[in-house]
Nanobody
Framework: QVQLVESGGGLVQAGGSLRLSCAAS????????MGWFRQAPGKEREFVAA????????YSPDSVKGRFTISRDNAKNTVYLQMNGLKPEDTAVYYC???????????????????WGQGTQVTVSS
């Protein structure tokens, strides 16, 4: 079955960096766009970043643009989220997700993703 396993979360001071990884199995990875989402306690899930199946196209909202970078390695079936300049408001559980999407760009934000990981906690202290 499909598995998405996140890793790399932890506790970091404000201004620090973390690199999240998500290893995928059970699917043809290069057929899927990949995304990162986060959910803080008491808040709705929030989109963080997406990358196209080829890795040539990425998208992220203004709240993280310039600080977070998504990338993927199709040879390793892995997607990454490099997070720099972390802020306390970035504290959340971070989830990776896969969406079957062979178009050139990233999936529209209204699209539901097909598979989800279990999440990894990121805590940023002030």
């Amino acid at each position: 079955q499909v598995q998405l396993v996140e890793s790399g979360g932890g506790l970091v001071q404000a201004g620090g960096s973390l690199r999240l990884s998500c290893a995928a199995s059970g699917l043809l990875f290069r057929n899927y766009a990949m995304g990162w989402f986060r959910q803080a306690p008491g808040k709705e899930r929030e989109f963080v970043a997406a990358v196209s199946w080829s890795g040539s196209s990425t998208y992220s909202p203004d709240s993280v643009k310039g600080r977070f970078t998504i990338s993927r390695d199709n040879a390793k079936n892995t997607v990454y989220l490099q997070m720099n300049g972390l802020k306390p408001e970035d504290t959340a559980v971070y989830y990776c997700a896969a969406k079957y999407y062979l178009y050139g760009g990233t999936p529209p934000l209204t699209y539901d993703y097909d598979y989800w990981g279990q999440g990894t906690q990121v805590t940023v202290s002030s």
